[in-house]
């Protein structure tokens, strides 16, 4: 099992920065690509970015040159950098993971984190 633990949302005004943070535990050589995606009210639950444990990144289109995937492998820790925010970012941001590959569907994914929320004022 992998746990899957995000933090770092809150409340910020459009064109401000969030920092998100998804810290894995556990089985974590089950969770060598990590995925973030977001769920906005009465809507679907949509990709936004994912990495392999080797660099590989995949972004949706409206966040790319916005927002910015990494990770520290030694802290078992993803980021999601999220720059230029807009109202319609505004969400509940998850994060998910899996053994390899860059899938944007959710049902590819085995691990998921319990969310955290972003808003984004205008």
């Known amino acids: 099992q992998v746990q899957l633990v995000e933090s770092g949302g809150g409340l ?3 064109g401000g920065s969030l920092r998100l943070s998804c810290v894995a535990s556990g089985r974590t050589r089950s969770s060598t690509t990590v995925a973030w995606f977001r769920q906005a009210p009465g809507q679907e639950r949509e990709f936004v970015s994912a990495i392999t444990r ?3 990144v995949l ?8 927002f910015t995937i990494s ?3 030694a802290e078992n820790t993803v980021y999601l950098q999220m720059n230029g925010l807009k109202p319609d ?3 509940i941001y998850y994060c998910a993971a899996k053994t390899g590959g860059l899938p944007q569907s959710s049902r590819a994914y ?4 319990q969310g955290t929320q972003v808003t984004v004022t205008s």
């Open 71 to 73: 990770r520290d492998n």
């Open 110 to 113: 085995d691990y998921w984190g």
């Open 12 to 14: 910020v005004q459009a």
């Open 59 to 66: 972004y949706e289109g409206s966040v790319k040159g916005r």
């Open 89 to 91: 970012d505004t969400a």
């Open 54 to 56: 080797t660099g590989d």
